[in-house]
């Protein structure tokens, strides 16, 4: 008689374990072989859980995105002064990226961004992430410099990321603050 052994939790084992490979080998370096290896599942687990790669790789991307919009979220919401506001934004650009995994977010950020940009179902992940990420921003700001402040979000994380002499921090308050500056009357 053959023993099954059960795992509940297995399928978001693998979305995780799928991140990881993601943000190592990018998403051309990831298949279904790999994730079973590395999660220590047969092979056969992969299609028991996901029709394809696709879905492995929206399922990843959506807890990944689901992730970053919660952190933007928390960051905002603690937020009860424009000036708070102002500072939690400096703070997702500055200090969420020198936590321990900032370098694997970043990577990952830019697989989805890719995939995104050839692929309208993926597209639908980053729609929503902003999507939510002005709502945010709009209980502080008006809806243009909310959308303005996002931008700088997503640009000033991306020089962060890449530049080998990237802006600080005195810069980034100056821009939000030069960007913001309609709703605070300065």
Do not use: C
């Not at 052994?5 to 084992?13: K, N």
């Not at 995780?16 to 590395?38: N, Q, Y």
């Not at 995105?65 to 500072?87: G, H, K, P, V």
């Amino acid at each position: 008689m053959t023993v099954r052994r059960t795992e509940p939790d297995r399928r978001s084992r693998l979305i995780d374990v799928a991140l990881d490979l993601i943000a190592e080998a990018g998403v051309a370096g990831t298949s279904h072989r790999k994730i079973a290896a590395r999660a220590g599942v047969p092979l056969g687990s992969m299609t028991y859980h996901f029709d394809g790669m696709d879905e492995l790789l929206f399922a990843a991307f959506s807890r990944f995105a689901e992730t970053i919009i919660t952190r933007f979220e928390e960051r905002l919401s603690a937020a009860t002064t424009i000036d708070e506001a102002e500072e939690a934004v400096v703070s997702l650009i500055h200090d969420d990226l020198t936590v321990p995994r900032a370098a694997r977010d970043r990577v990952l950020t830019f697989e989805l961004y890719t995939l995104a940009a050839r692929e309208p179902r993926f597209r639908a992940i980053t729609h929503e992430w902003m999507r939510r990420s002005r709502v945010e921003l709009e209980r502080h700001f008006d809806p243009d410099t909310a959308r303005q402040v996002d931008a700088f979000i997503e640009g000033l994380t991306i020089h962060r990321g890449l530049d080998p002499e990237p802006p600080s921090r005195g810069l980034t308050e100056d821009a939000v603050a030069r960007i913001t500056a309609r709703n605070t009357g300065r």
